[in-house]
């Protein structure tokens, strides 16, 4: 491909990103669309009169001062008053209107991010939730900043475009100046902000990871705050910012040196259009009205183009983030997930999950009918929340068939809330009507003593596993899968909890992952998965805990 080939196919690229840049707030907005149109176009009249009417008003203006047509002048100064009153009302009225749809759009893509959310897998990440707010929360805030954006551009562009229109009313050679500096103006700009940009990209990546160190050594701190290793963790830290605030450095020096030279630039540029539109007077044999409007007009072109110029690069990262949520929120959750099968069986055919570092488990077969007990044990690592994600309707990495019966209910490890109640998060949860007293009655059984007033937050690591318990036990269900639910509780408490688990889900399918291998007897099939190549199936008697 020439090189004249790729500049043409840069500028298709650059058109679609703004044209997408354009679209997507309405195409998101919905019936709120049809408001973006019309403060957009209250924006092209407020624009437009700053760029035709106010040149045009001053050359009247000077042209009557300068034919001591006093008259003439104080109305068309009247006219121009108004017009500034009016032009800067209009414009408040427009930023309000703009401020509302800009929080409406991030209220809209949050919502779109959540829906989102139920395609995502199965984790046992702790930062699982703290990825997903920059998904959920950062990019759709600043993706809400396209109204605002868009605004900015459309302004400068139709600005640019109507002050050349009018520059050509007052005479066609007018133009020629124009074209000079304004291929100065691009020049200079794009010059000396490519550096800036460079070392701002750089601070991002260095400041993203800086972060994330910062964050692992945050969650490590526990361990060592009683040592005098402490010291040494701290000053790991601060090691990690140093290239960070090095570079930040660079970028502020760069922003400043970026700003001296576009001041310098624009107070040459000001000499120069004074020097155009004076040439252009003289030589055309205009008014002294047409030499101040031809100044107002050049300062306005090249004062567009620095602007665009300005947001060229906000332009590619805003049409990134674009595609990036556009692709987020295209991803839809497997639809076993959302299908209620009437028949209960948990039916497995040639099934062998892919676990990392080449290792799987499986194949095997299994055909598990209301009733019956599976129980997966292994070691941390060895693959059961994988297994369990994948029995849930997950996309996990499997092959073969596999067949599950809905709907499930899941109790997590480690279990985390929402911000509430227990009884709102039961009511929200439920998926019949709640019956408050059966629940009583099983977060009793399961040594749950606290009230369902309570907001769970403070509560230890054992009473928010038994309220796991007790959530994925309160709405009933064709299959049960529980990930580790007796981790972290006394031993004479394991045994009440599986009792309470078995006994409530004896009409559907129930599987437990879980350590503790000495209740296997309490399964009518076990999943060793420290075996991936070689699955031992054990079919044992089903026995209750005494």
């Not at 047509?69 to 008053?81: C, E, I, Q, T, W």
């Amino acid at each position: 491909m020439s090189d004249n080939s790729r500049h043409v196919t840069r500028k298709f690229r650059m058109l679609e990103a703004y044209l997408e840049c354009l679209r997507f707030p309405a195409r998101n907005l919905r019936g709120r669309a049809n408001l973006l149109r019309r403060l957009m176009w209250l924006n092209g009249v407020t624009v437009a009169f700053w760029a035709l009417l106010d040149p045009f008003l001053q050359k009247r203006v000077i042209d009557n001062l300068e034919a001591v047509n006093l008259r003439g002048f104080f109305g068309f100064l009247g006219l121009m008053l108004g017009g500034y009153i009016l032009s800067h009302w209009v414009d408040w009225i427009n930023a309000t209107g703009m401020a509302r749809l800009r929080n409406l759009l991030g209220k809209i893509l949050i919502d779109r991010s959540l829906a989102a959310l139920y395609a995502e897998r199965i984790t046992r990440n702790k930062r699982a939730g703290a990825k997903l707010i920059n998904r959920v929360h950062g990019e759709s805030s600043q993706l809400a900043e396209l109204v605002m954006f868009n605004k900015a551009m459309s302004s400068s562009i139709i600005s640019g475009i109507l002050s050349l229109v009018f520059c050509a009313w007052l005479s066609p050679i007018s133009l020629i100046p124009v074209v000079v500096l304004a291929g100065a103006v691009v020049a200079i700009t794009s010059s000396v902000f490519r550096s800036s940009q460079t070392d701002a990209r750089l601070q991002e990546r260095l400041r993203s990871s800086a972060m994330s160190n910062l964050s692992i050594n945050l969650d490590a701190i526990p361990l060592f705050s009683i040592y005098r290793i402490l010291g040494k963790v701290r000053r790991s830290v601060q090691r990690g910012f140093a290239p960070y605030f090095k570079v930040n450095l660079r970028w502020e020096f760069g922003k400043s040196r970026v700003a001296r030279n576009v001041r310098i630039m624009m107070s040459v540029m000001s000499i120069f259009i004074l020097m155009a539109a004076a040439l252009v007077v003289v030589y055309q044999h205009l008014s002294l009205g047409s030499f101040f409007a031809l100044t107002a007009s050049y300062w306005r072109v090249m004062s567009a183009l620095r602007e665009i110029s300005d947001q060229l690069p906000n332009l590619a990262s805003n049409y990134g983030r674009i595609r990036r949520f556009d692709s987020f929120c295209r991803r839809s959750p497997d639809q076993r997930r959302l299908v209620d099968k009437k028949v209960g069986v948990l039916q497995l055919d040639d099934f062998q999950l892919m676990l990392g570092g080449g290792r799987h488990v499986g194949p095997f077969h299994l055909n598990l009918r209301p009733g019956a007990r599976l129980g997966v044990i292994g070691s941390n690592g060895s693959g059961k929340t994988s297994l369990l994600a994948a029995l849930a309707g997950e996309q996990a990495d499997y092959t073969g068939r596999i067949d599950c019966p809905r709907p499930v209910s899941i109790a997590l490890s480690p279990p985390s809330f929402p911000n509430m109640s227990v009884l709102d998060l039961l009511k929200m949860d439920a998926r019949t009507l709640l019956d408050t007293e059966r629940i009583q009655q099983l977060a009793l059984q399961l040594g749950l003593r606290k009230s369902l007033e309570e907001n769970p937050s403070p509560w230890s690591d054992g009473e928010k596993r038994r309220l796991g318990i007790l959530l994925a036990l309160s709405k009933p269900a064709r299959l049960y899968v529980f990930d580790e639910p007796l981790s972290g509780v006394d031993q004479e408490s394991k045994s009440q909890l599986l009792k309470v688990i078995l006994d409530e889900t004896r009409n559907a399918v129930c599987v437990v992952a879980m350590h503790e291998q000495e209740f296997t007897s309490c399964f009518s099939q076990v999943i060793d998965m420290c075996q991936p190549h070689l699955v031992q199936l054990s079919v044992l008697a089903s026995l209750r805990i005494k």
